[in-house]
């Protein structure tokens, strides 16, 4: 049960200009000053039924008729669907399952909020419980500010050729989290430093391009699963990580008919810094625990990758145009492949997506200024499980998202 108004208010003022000190040489330069307010005012609760003592007794069967009384015979009322705390709570008081003059006390500023549940009429044995786990007020008002910058190099060492080299930086403001634990989280700062060249040889029918990446991602704004204070959530913590790689690039025409494309990325993004939380006892990351301090378990991910960044990465694609007297029918062929990598932040192994190399096929059948085409696919010809989303929760089930089957079909396209 959420009950709360946020909003958000964000301007910014920005210029670029580009100077060319010779006719083959340049200079880029750009500068961007933003500013962002950011507010909440609510509650946020998390109300769930027991079938006895509630989860902070120790003991989720007293008495011990409930559960044979309550959820076994079929007897626990289910919650009305409203946004309104006090209107929630006397909605039991009105069909006298709670006692009358119940209110709802909010987390972290008194007792949890605790109601018995009774058979209306007074009949013992008391049904169970109502609990609020949630995360109770929520009052945040923050204000940010800061100037971005970018500078870059440009030169035509060749006709066709081009040399580049830039450095930028970035922000992306803070904000308010629905988290009595971390209600706020702060911005992220990104520093960027590119080398790349771009290139055309032989007649402007190969293309190679070239790249070499270097940031300091300071801050990212991580969103995880975890356990706090009894129950399921989902904080924002802030992580650094440094990123660098190569990208490769390339498209041949072969013939007139053949273009082969080649895409390469040798990649290495890893976690400098990143604390995880979590009840004592609770938490589920494969990281190393830096132990309990005001009621809650760190956990220090330091050197994991990061998520969905594989080391290496490459797609090859074939594409050949057959000539059938008024019609042309083009065939293209795509093999990706991509190494393990991480889905969540819990780092466990039944979190991470083993490599895998998929296969997808189009054709289709035109003709010059016809105004349709054809086409027949088939995607992942192979069949292949890709683990693309997991999960595990706080009583150790796992699940786990696979991206499609292999898949086919026809597809019309006509213009009109």
Not at 307 to 319: H, K, M, R, T, V
Not at 331 to 358: G, I, K
Not at 366 to 378: K, L, M, Q, R
Request: hydrophobic share 35%; glycine share 10%.
């Amino acid at each position: 049960m959420q009950n709360y108004d946020n909003g958000a208010e964000s301007w910014a003022v920005f210029g670029q200009g580009t100077f060319e000190l010779t006719d083959t040489f340049r200079l880029s330069a750009g500068i961007r000053y933003t500013e962002d307010e950011k507010d909440v005012d609510g509650i946020s609760d998390t109300f769930i039924t027991f079938c006895g003592g509630a989860p902070f007794t120790g003991n989720f069967l007293t008495p011990p008729a409930s559960f044979g009384n309550g959820c076994a015979s079929g007897a626990m009322p289910a919650h009305p669907i409203i946004s309104d705390r006090d209107e929630f709570i006397q909605y039991f008081v009105d069909n006298g399952l709670i006692a009358p003059g119940s209110a709802a006390d909010i987390p972290g500023m008194g007792p949890p909020p605790f109601y018995d549940l009774t058979i209306p009429g007074g009949i013992s044995p008391i049904l169970g419980s109502i609990v609020n786990v949630g995360d109770g007020a929520l009052t945040s008002e923050l204000d940010y500010s800061e100037t971005t910058y970018r500078i870059g190099a440009e030169w035509d060492w060749a006709d066709d050729s081009l040399l580049y080299a830039t450095f930028e930086t970035g922000y992306r403001a803070g904000g308010v989290d629905l988290s009595i634990v971390s209600p706020t989280y702060d911005p992220e700062y990104i520093d960027a430093y590119t080398i790349g060249s771009k290139n055309r040889f032989f007649d402007n029918t190969l293309q190679l391009n070239a790249e070499l990446f270097y940031w300091e991602y300071d801050g990212q704004q991580v969103t995880y699963f975890t356990t706090l204070e009894g129950a399921s959530a989902f904080p924002i913590a802030n992580a650094d990580a440094t990123i660098q790689g190569l990208d490769l690039d390339m498209i041949w025409a072969a013939t007139a008919d053949t273009t082969l494309g080649l895409s390469m990325q040798f990649l290495d993004a890893t976690y400098d810094s990143l604390t995880l939380v979590s009840d004592p006892g609770q938490g589920r990351f494969g990281c190393a625990s830096q132990g309990v301090s005001a009621g809650l378990e760190t956990y220090s991910c330091a050197g994991n990758d990061m998520l969905y960044s594989p080391e290496f990465g490459a797609d090859l694609n074939i594409n050949h145009v057959i000539n059938i007297g008024d019609y042309d029918l083009s065939l293209t062929a795509v093999v990706s492949h991509r190494t393990e990598q991480q889905t969540n932040f819990l780092f466990l192994d039944e979190t991470e997506s083993e490599s895998y190399t998929t296969l997808n096929l189009d054709a289709t059948l035109f003709a010059n200024d016809a105004g349709w085409s054809i086409s027949a696919f088939v995607r992942n010809v192979t069949d292949e499980q890709i683990i693309t989303n997991t999960n595990v929760s706080n009583r150790g089930l796992n699940y786990a998202v696979y991206s499609p089957p292999q898949t086919f079909g026809l597809r019309l396209k006509v213009d009109f």
